[in-house]
């Protein structure tokens, strides 16, 4: 075999080789584009809101922030949410906070309650309704800075 044919054959070779891996990208990047799949959406939801308080624990009393209330006399918390959250069971921790200098827990009560997704006026009662509202004066037994802060958890 002479030299030239050599050099022939191992260029014929190499642009064989050359050519296949050409393919074989084609095919790979091509499975890759046959490979991609999307899910549904998902759709991830908040509650969201506010606190009022009243000395009263009567409907439309509620504001915030309350001042002037006397060591250990009687105070109520309700939260509003907004709408447009979650709808299902859940539980709500109520958490009374103390503060000078950083915010401490003072104590903290849970309740089970069902969200409908819409705005709700809800009350730290085992029902959720101002019948049985906490009463967070009972717990106030220093002078201090005092509030309630709540988080839900689904159930």
């Known amino acids: 075999m002479s030299?030239?044919?050599k050099r022939s054959q191992k260029g014929l070779i190499a642009v064989t080789l050359i050519t296949i891996l050409a393919i074989a990208f084609v095919l790979v990047v091509y499975a890759?584009?046959?490979?991609?799949?999307s899910g549904g959406n998902v759709v991830v939801v908040a509650v969201g809101g506010s606190?009022?308080?009243?000395?009263?624990?009567?409907?439309g009393s509620f504001q915030s922030p309350l001042s002037n209330v006397g060591v250990g006399n009687p105070w109520y918390a309700q939260l509003n949410t907004t709408s447009g959250g979650?709808?299902?069971?859940?539980?709500?921790?109520?958490t009374l906070e103390k503060t000078?200098?950083?915010w401490s827990n003072v104590t903290t009560k849970s309740y089970s309650f069902t969200l409908n997704g819409t705005a709700q006026t809800i009350y730290a009662s085992t029902a959720g309704g101002i019948a049985?509202?906490?009463?967070?004066?009972?717990?106030?037994?220093?002078?201090?800075?005092?509030r309630i802060t709540v988080k839900i958890y689904t159930a």
Not at 32 to 37: D, S
Not at 133 to 140: A, K, L, R, S
């Open 3 to 5: 030299t030239t044919e």
């Open 32 to 37: 890759a584009i046959l490979g991609t799949i």
């Open 51 to 59: 606190i009022g308080y009243s000395k009263t624990n009567t409907t």
């Open 86 to 94: 979650y709808s299902g069971p859940v539980t709500i921790y109520w």
């Open 100 to 102: 000078p200098g950083t």
């Open 132 to 146: 049985g509202n906490y009463n967070w004066g009972q717990d106030t037994t220093t002078a201090d800075t005092y």
